[in-house]
């Protein structure tokens, strides 16, 4: 039985918020403390911001925010390898060996670079109006992260399915050309990932400018919260959960039976601004010590750095052979 591996990037543009840390953070985290069941990966994928990011400030500054919240929110760094994408300079030699496999044609049909292209159209632009390279071949660069580490399971979003099926497209093109090298990943919605409405009720994203940032301090914590969208039901009138981004946030974080209680309250008519109170103990108890460790983390950069460069050299001492077993497939390598 060959063990199950784990991998996942996180995209290091700007700072993680509420969002990112019920749907991707909070269940990565979860299981890297569970004993047992396969190896896990997690990288800060700082390639991939220089895609949407070409400010130096904000990706340095966003590398250090990301990778403190997740040391500081508990990631275990003995059983889990954490590393940033950019100290891995395999990920980019592997990126051109699978870009000479994939398909211009495959890569044509990706969301992200398809919804750009439709964006112009719709304001007749040009077709490729502002989209760079980078941006088209994403998907090859995502494939080259998730194969180089021979990960079977890639815990990602839904609107990240179709990349790992792309992954999965160009390892067996790869495979038939070269012989059977790369393991073939599969998407996995993380379990216990929730996706979080944010302020105005659509899904909570940074693109949005609808989130809430996961460390504001207690007092700004307190102002977001406030800001979420209610209606203008009154106290005493019977509220519904279901179209309430309060509640949404609120199960997001609560126990089974503390949703049960708000349940019950929304139907006995609580007042919006005690609702929104409750949810800001909530997650001020929940996030009072890790904001304390982020805070620490952020002050001590140096600490930070050295975990990713423990991190790198254990992913290295695994993709530097691969690496070195796929250049030789490929046919390159030294003649004598
Ligand atoms: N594209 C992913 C996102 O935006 C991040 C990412 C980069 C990733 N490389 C990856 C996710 C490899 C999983 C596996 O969410």
């Known amino acids: 039985m060959t063990e199950s591996t784990h991998l996942t990037g996180i995209t290091t543009t700007g700072t993680p918020h509420l969002g ?7 269940p990565a985290i979860a299981a890297s403390q569970s004993g047992g069941c396969g190896r896990h990966f997690y990288f800060l994928a700082d390639y991939h911001a ?21 040391l500081a929110l508990g990631l275990n760094t003995e059983r889990a390898i954490f590393y940033r994408q950019s100290d891995i300079p395999e990920i980019l030699e592997l990126s051109w060996l699978l870009g000479c496999c994939a398909a211009k044609g495959l890569m044509n049909r990706a969301h992200a670079y398809k919804d ?6 719709q304001r007749g632009e040009d077709p490729d109006f502002g989209i760079s390279m980078g941006l088209f071949s994403y998907p090859v660069l995502m494939a080259a992260d998730i194969l180089l580490f021979r990960a079977s399971e890639v815990p990602v979003g839904r609107d990240q399915i179709q990349h790992i099926e792309m992954a999965r497209d160009i390892a067996g093109r790869f495979n038939h050309i070269y012989g059977d090298h790369l393991v073939l990943p599969q998407a996995r919605i993380a379990a216990g990932a929730a996706v979080l409405p944010g302020l105005d009720g659509r899904k909570m994203s940074k693109s949005y400018n609808n989130s809430i940032p996961l460390f504001l301090p207690e007092k700004q914590l307190r102002k977001a919260i406030n800001k979420i969208k209610t209606n203008l039901l009154e106290p005493g009138e019977p509220k519904d959960p279901a179209d309430s981004p309060l509640f949404q946030i609120w199960q997001a974080f609560a126990s089974p039976e503390q949703t049960q209680a708000m349940r019950a309250e929304f139907a006995a008519g609580i ?3 005690e609702a929104k109170q409750r949810l800001f103990d909530l997650l001020n108890t929940q996030l009072t010590a890790p904001r304390a460790r982020y805070q620490e983390l952020l002050a001590d950069p140096a600490q930070i750095e ?3 460069q423990q991190g790198a050299q254990r992913a290295r001492a695994q993709a530097g052979p691969f690496m070195q077993q796929l250049r ?3 046919g390159l390598c030294r003649v004598a």
């Not at 895609?51 to 997740?70: F, G, H, L, M």
């Open 50 to 70: 220089l895609i949407k990011c070409q400010d130096p400030q904000r990706v340095r500054q966003s590398v250090r925010e990301v990778a403190a919240a997740w």
């Open 328 to 330: 030789k497939a490929v």
């Open 20 to 26: 990112n840390y019920a749907g991707a953070i909070r």
């Open 306 to 308: 050295s975990k990713l």
């Open 116 to 121: 750009a292209v439709q964006a112009n159209a």
């Open 271 to 273: 007042a919006w601004g």
